[in-house]
């Protein structure tokens, strides 16, 4: 099973918006609707952010949003503030029983 | 709340096995599978099986195939994660995290236990 595609970096200023795209297959991605995405600061473990597509789990803040069309499945975080510089990283679930993680996206507030 | 805490960082030689343990608390043990994700020195995140806590039984990511072992005790709620014939490439940090009802997404995450394999 080969790794979501993201992009490696993603930037914006305080305030804007900016999306963060992760690509699969008809097997993950496209197949499902069970894609998550995740936070994670330097050194720190992940945190849920999105789970099953566009479902926001409680305490995470309504500037995060999701949602997926096709093979691809997008994040988007609104209002940028200084406090979501992190990485990003898409997950799905895939045919077989198995589980799949995107390469990651750095977002930088600039 | 549910906590999951991990055993203490390990270095080991090529070659060697190493056990990662995982305790679980906050729940009912029994009714929430288990994932095993990893991450290298600067790299993303790689998922490396899933245990089932009722009856043991596990499945893995083809590249860990033959190498991994996951079990889990239920006596003192622990899941464990071992992997042998270890390399400098399998230097990582290895993250135990709980699956949902629907086995979907991950949530919670222990904190992380980093395995250095050097000779």
């Known amino acids: 099973q080969s790794a979501l595609t993201q992009p490696a970096s993603v930037s914006g200023s305080p305030g804007q918006s900016i999306t963060i795209s992760c690509t699969g297959t008809?097997?993950?991605?496209?197949?499902?609707?069970?894609v998550s995405w995740y936070q994670q600061y330097p050194g720190k473990a992940p945190k849920l952010m999105i789970y099953?597509?566009?479902e926001r789990p409680p305490g995470v803040s309504y500037r995060f949003s999701a949602s997926k069309s096709g093979n691809t499945a997008s994040l988007t975080i609104s209002g940028l503030q200084a406090e979501d510089e992190a990485d990003y990283y898409c997950?799905?679930?895939?045919?077989?029983?198995?589980?799949?993680f995107g390469t990651g996206t750095k977002v930088t507030v600039l | 709340q549910v906590q999951l805490v991990q055993s203490g960082p390990e270095v080991q030689k090529p070659g060697a096995s190493v056990k990662v343990s995982c305790e679980a608390s906050?729940?009912?043990?029994?009714?929430?599978?288990m994932h095993w994700v990893r991450q290298a020195p600067g790299q993303g995140l790689e998922w490396m099986g899933i245990?089932?806590?009722?009856?043991?039984?596990?499945a893995h990511a083809q590249n860990f195939q033959g190498r991994v072992t996951m079990t889990r005790d239920t006596s003192t709620s622990t899941f464990y994660m071992e992997l042998s014939s270890l390399s400098p490439e399998d230097t990582a940090v290895y993250y135990c995290?709980?699956?949902?009802?629907?086995?979907?997404?991950?949530?919670?995450w222990g904190q992380g236990t980093l395995v250095t394999v050097s000779s």
């Open positions: 995290a709980r699956a949902n009802r629907m086995r979907t997404w991950f949530d919670p």
């Open positions: 906050g729940y009912m043990f029994t009714n929430y599978y």
């Open positions: 245990i089932n806590p009722s009856d043991g039984s596990a």
């Open positions: 008809s097997s993950d991605v496209g197949g499902y609707t069970y």
């Open positions: 099953d597509v566009s």
């Open positions: 997950s799905s679930y895939a045919i077989t029983n198995t589980y799949v």
